[in-house]
């Protein structure tokens, strides 16, 4: 038995539709007795829609209540999909970032994560369900809640990782792995299989967009096995690590 974090984007969670599939990926998981916790992101543009009502009211919106704005959106992901599970028949419990014990900086919108409290993912899972967390989101040592600013969620899927002692942390894209080009808009880009964190930063820098580089610094720093797998197919993708 193995304990995988599976980090899924918004555009895996657009609609009804998506999040049943990435509800199957997540069950295939946990029936092959694995203790599963899910990280995603906000719906589709849910961040952008979000932002663009806030100007509404105030075009230089920023700080702590824009912070609590904007950590609706991975809050509705969260809900929508244990609510699919459920429905299934699957233990499974949603945590905002502050239920899930994520501690950070007070630097709203670009807050840093300080530590996390896995005390209460593990009470869950030892109860054997599936964990679903809300990324891009913790709290503050005032109680405030806060965002990570660019890459947050991919971000918390690590540090999840490294904090639980994870065996894998799995991101699930729109594409079924890295490739040495962009697959949408070259015939010949060729799938890798492995690659290296140093590479794998080195195609970010290149303006690869399947990963962020924080995250992926963050795997090297802590030893954290990275997949990129396709949210449409499951299927086994490419392995960053070493």
Known sequence: MSLIIQKFGGSSLADAAKIQKISAIITRS??????????????????????????????????????????????????????????????????????????????????????????????????????????????????????????????????????LKADICQFYKDVDGVYTTDPHRDASAEKIQEISYDNMLQLINSGAQVLHDQSVIMAKEYGIALEVRSSITGAPGTIVNK
């Open 30 to 163: 946990y029936d092959a007795g694995d203790d599963v916790v899910a990280v995603l992101s906000a719906q589709g543009d849910t961040t952008d829609f979000l932002l663009s009502k806030a100007k509404e009211i105030d075009p230089e919106c920023s700080g702590r209540e824009l912070d609590a704005l904007l950590s609706t959106g991975e809050q509705i992901s969260t809900a929508l999909t244990a609510l699919c599970l459920q429905k299934k028949g699957y233990p499974v419990i949603s945590l905002t970032g502050w239920q899930a014990g994520i501690h950070t900086t007070d630097t709203f919108s670009s807050a840093s994560i300080t530590k996390i409290d896995t005390a209460v993912i593990e009470e869950h899972l030892a109860q054997r369900q599936i964990v679903i967390i809300a990324g891009f989101q913790g709290v503050d040592q005032e109680g405030n809640i806060t965002t990570l600013g660019r890459g947050g969620s991919d971000t918390t899927a690590v540090a999840l990782a490294a904090y």
